[in-house]
């Protein structure tokens, strides 16, 4: 039965991006007049921060499903042993210390990521989340207008995953990570299907313009993302275990940063499926190569 929840409090943790939400115990069953407020808050603030929820695998996934339908844990990397839906985010397997937002080399990307930790460096080990709206509305008119009509490929296999000191571990985890291949096109301005905000859609996973040539995807990609990446469009949030990061996948980009040497690090991540982006013109994004791994259908073991 659903238990009113009340006392929800926000507070901005940076002017441009993220808030931290007090007075919820996320054990509980949450009413829906709660989870219409939480809802609220992601579209304003875009990450939203609970400290101290100590979930448990099946809360974190019961949090994530009222806010709709989960994805399975990846389109390549199998899920935690006995739980479909979630994925281990494990330090000694990779880390994601590039700019991207989640599983964009699909065509439905998720809509939303949750992070679960559990295990966190004494120091370190941080999570950035950029505000990607605010980054293009910071970009000038000319630059605007140029990303305005620009398409960009994104695809899983590329150089990202190799990690300049590779163990066998992390070998193994990229080869994995690479054994289907996904190509997709979506707009590099994306509008926001709740909020109708612009942002810029690119990250990791954007590999090239469309009609344009490596080198020249390469150098827009680094100028477009300088925006996504300057400070005033980031929050940092420094882990605690038991926190429950939850953040819009459609209008957020984040970086883990790597700076805990060989320290135990340790997240859970479930993720909340999403539709298929559509530009300004309202094309909608589509698929080069791979399926459109629609929630992530399980591959032939
Ligand atoms: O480890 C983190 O803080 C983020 C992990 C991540 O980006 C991911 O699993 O997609
Ligand atoms: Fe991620």
Known sequence: MAVISTDLRVRKVTGRIGAEVAGLDLRIDLDGE???AVRKALLEH?????RGQELDDEGQQRFAARFGELTRAHPTVPSLEGSPNVLRVDSTEGRANNWHTDV???????????????????????????????AYRDLPDPLRDLADGLWAEHTNDYDYAI?????AQTKAFREVFVSRKYRTAHPVVRVHP????????????????VGLSN????DLLRLLQTYVTRPENTVRWTWAPGDLAFFDN??????????????????????VAGGVPTGLDGRNSYAIEGDDAAHYTPIAA
């Open 34 to 36: 709660t989870v219409a």
């Open 46 to 50: 875009k990450a939203l921060f609970f």
């Open 104 to 134: 964009t080399f699909v065509v439905s990307p998720p809509s939303a990521s949750t992070l679960r930790s559990i295990t966190v460096p004494p120091f370190g080990g941080d999570t950035l989340i950029a505000n990607t709206a605010t």
């Open 163 to 167: 990690p300049p000191a590779q163990t």
């Open 194 to 209: 709740e909020t109708g905000e612009r942002a810029l859609f690119i990250g990791g996973f954007a590999q090239r313009i």
């Open 215 to 218: 080198t020249e995807s390469r």
């Open 250 to 271: 459609r209008i957020t980009q984040h970086y883990a940063v790597d700076d805990y040497g060989d320290l135990p690090r340790l997240l859970h991540r479930v993720t």
